[in-house]
């Protein structure tokens, strides 16, 4: 992992300016910074402790089958760069562990700051499950009423009958797991913080480990990523196969802390969970899970919208940001120039000109803001005429032909800052204030530190399309969800905890939009307080089928191609081949700039390889759940500096890296010849 101080920095102009879209490419933009972080007010001096809480509210480890590890983001807009790469070597994923702290707030819920074991003593307990398999199939986010309606799904291995053999056969219970004190269980190697559980009665399933820090923090291991069947099924759906598990969870991160005076809180608990590898881990989401929960909070009026006017830094500017570094993991991004009128979002000029407020820029900015999608555009041409806007991703309703929610909607809240900057309700304050480097947690004001933390944690995930997703999926964007909606002192992004005697949530036949938001056969609502294993019991069985099934789709028109979630799941990259040639100086520039400019797919060969290879969808999902390991990763890169180089090529790029074989029938060499035998 990385030592401290080593990664990458983030000048503090940018984090205290805006948000989530740093990134440390294209040195010809200025960085952006972490979004609209509030702040809690510093408690005075001497303060007294009257609450504890969790930070972050909702953390993501992410799943590898490497012993080496490094530690999620906890600083917004500043990346994971883990020493030596995110790989161990060609063939195993480092794993993502994410780190929880305790913050104390005086009765006026003003910050004092950190609790460690040096102040208090922390005893913390995590409860993780994985119970996907004793859950409904997936076939549409529930929440989009007739734009979309959600289709009803059936239990999972539903030839297991009885609550009592559902409950033994499918739900993986990892069980509380709890641990205290300083660089406990600092091998990962004691079994009393390991979390595992069993699947048909037979199979043990570890759900990861627990550890914590030199100051007493929790630092949540994933596990390793495995899927199987215990019973041989076959691969029949994306999203959906009966006699599989894998190994994601989530669950709440619960803590009590003595403090010096004797006295125990319960600290308001956070949630963790386990997801899949971020394959473009520098490249954020255009819309992440923090906008998602952020619009939810601002609508509910649990927090208030930004005051305008906007900062372009702050609110404008990331999303220019991230549209410009999607041209690295989607080709129709690498070529939206042609089939919208619109400049280089990657082009220092053309952001100056995006940044200009004033009413003589009005026509331009509007010019560009139409080639945004409006998500308030519910007629019943909008299909057709929201189609080819920004950014080309597909959506929740995609099994809907006709439906304008087949393309991807921004939320209200992050659409509503385009429509202010179109207008000119913002200041330009693009290359304002000071510059002092910031590399760590500790060098964020204390008020913004727990703020900080959550946003880190959910800014790399994917804001949709939720079909159901990459990480987790459309319920996050629903209040019942969050303590808020059960507590108004709750915090925002605070999961409710549910208080069901099982873990099995069995509320009948069927799941239907009726069952989700109310509940049935006697059993709460899903879509309210959650247990151990709810998050993530959502998502698709095994998770590797979804993560191949999700890259783009061929429609009937043959250009551009619509894409899901290019900034988690690659689809057209730079290869580190390509990479290494263009590089080259005693190429010739436009030799270089063919290689430069030739992006193949992601995925290539995960299907099959060879004279004879199937190639087909269903090779495609089942091989995944080999081969997900073997997968490169797209990082940066500097690009070439000689008198020779091409002037399209930019000074920096992002490749793929540590790409292994796709053979996986034998232990493919050089030496076995180019083709398999």
């Given amino acids: 992992m990385n030592a401290p101080g080593t990664g990458p920095k983030l000048r503090r102009r940018d984090f205290l300016a805006t948000g989530t879209a740093f990134m440390a490419g294209l040195p010809l933009l200025p960085r952006a910074s972490v979004a609209a972080i509030p702040s809690i007010e510093a408690a005075p001096e001497g303060a007294e402790i009257a609450r504890v809480a969790v930070y972050p509210a909702i953390g993501i480890s992410r799943v590898g089958g490497s012993r080496e590890w490094y530690l999620a983001p906890e600083v917004p807009g500043l990346p994971p760069r883990p020493e030596g790469g995110f790989k161990d070597g060609t063939r195993l994923i480092k794993k993502q562990v994410q780190r929880f702290r305790i913050y104390a707030f005086d009765d006026q819920d003003r910050v004092i700051g950190e609790v460690s074991n040096g102040t208090a003593s922390i005893r913390w307990n995590v409860h993780v499950a994985n119970t996907k398999a004793a859950w409904y199939g997936f076939s549409n986010p529930l929440d989009n009423d007739e734009l979309a309606p959600g289709l009803p799904g ?29 660089d406990t269980n600092a091998d990962g190697e004691e079994s009393d913080y390991s979390m595992a559980g069993r699947f048909y009665d037979q199979t043990d399933v570890g759900l990861g480990h627990l550890r914590t820090d030199a100051e007493g923090r929790l630092l949540v291991f994933p596990a390793d990523g495995v899927s199987s069947s215990p019973v041989d099924s ?34 308001d608990p956070g949630w963790v969970a386990s997801a899949g590898p971020n394959f473009a881990p520098e490249i954020p989401p255009i819309t992440t899970l923090h906008d998602v929960i952020s619009d939810l909070n601002v609508a509910e009026g649990w927090q208030e919208p930004p005051a305008l006017p906007l900062s372009f830094r702050q609110h404008i500017y990331p999303i220019f940001r991230r549209l410009a570094l999607m041209e690295w993991v989607s080709q129709a991004a690498f070529l939206r120039q042609g089939w919208l009128d619109i400049g280089d979002f990657s082009d220092p000029a053309y952001l100056e000109r995006l940044a200009d407020a004033g009413p003589e820029n009005e026509a331009f900015r509007r010019e560009v803001f139409e080639t945004f999608r409006d998500p308030n555009n519910d007629s019943e041409t909008a299909y057709k005429d929201e189609r080819l806007k920004l950014p080309f991703m597909l959506g929740d309703g995609i099994n809907y032909n006709g439906s304008p929610l087949q393309w991807f909607r921004f939320p209200q809240l ?27 947690l500790d060098q964020v004001p204390l008020a913004q530190q727990p703020a900080a933390l959550t946003e880190a944690a959910l800014e790399n995930c994917s804001g949709g399309a939720f079909h159901p997703g990459v990480e987790l999926t459309y319920y996050l964007r629903l209040a019942p969800l969050y303590a808020r909606a059960h507590d108004p002192k709750a915090e925002p992004f605070r999961i409710a905890l549910g208080q069901r005697d099982s873990l099995l949530h069995d509320i009948g036949r069927l799941l239907t939009t009726e069952t989700a938001m109310q509940g049935g056969n006697g059993a709460p609502a899903p879509i309210g307080p959650q247990m151990p294993g709810d998050l993530t019991r959502w998502m698709g069985l095994p998770w590797q089928c979804d993560a191949f099934s999700c890259q783009d789709v061929l429609m009937q028109d043959d250009f551009p191609t619509a894409v899901w979630w290019p900034a988690l799941l690659p689809v057209d990259i730079l290869p580190e081949d390509h990479y290494e040639a263009l590089m080259r100086e005693d190429l010739p520039a436009d030799q270089r700039r063919r290689f430069y400019e030739s992006r193949v797919a992601w995925s290539r060969g995960v299907a099959g390889i060879g004279y004879h290879a199937n190639a087909s969808y269903w090779d495609g999902i089942t091989n995944m759940i080999a081969l997900w390991q073997r997968m490169g990763f797209v990082v940066k890169r500097p690009g070439p500096t000689d008198p020779a180089r091409p002037d399209a090529i930019p000074q920096d790029l992002f490749v793929e890296v540590g790409r292994d074989t796709m053979e996986h029938r034998f232990d493919w060499t050089d030496e076995s010849g180019p083709l398999p035998r």
């Fill in 154 to 182: 059936q239990r999972r291995n539903s030839y297991f009958v009885s609550a009592e053999e559902r409950e033994r056969m499918l739900v993986i219970d990892g069980g509380p797991t709890a641990i205290d004190g300083n």
């Fill in 414 to 440: 992050q659409f509503s800052f385009l429509e202010h900057w179109a207008a000119g309700d913002f200041v330009n304050d693009l290359e304002d204030a000071e510059a002092e480097a910031i590399d760590s």
């Fill in 234 to 267: 076959p691969i029949t759906s994306f999203a959906d196969n009966d006699g599989w598990h894998d190994d994601w969870c989530d669950g709440p991160v619960r803590a009590e802390v003595t403090l010096a005076d004797g006295r125990t809180l319960s600290a």
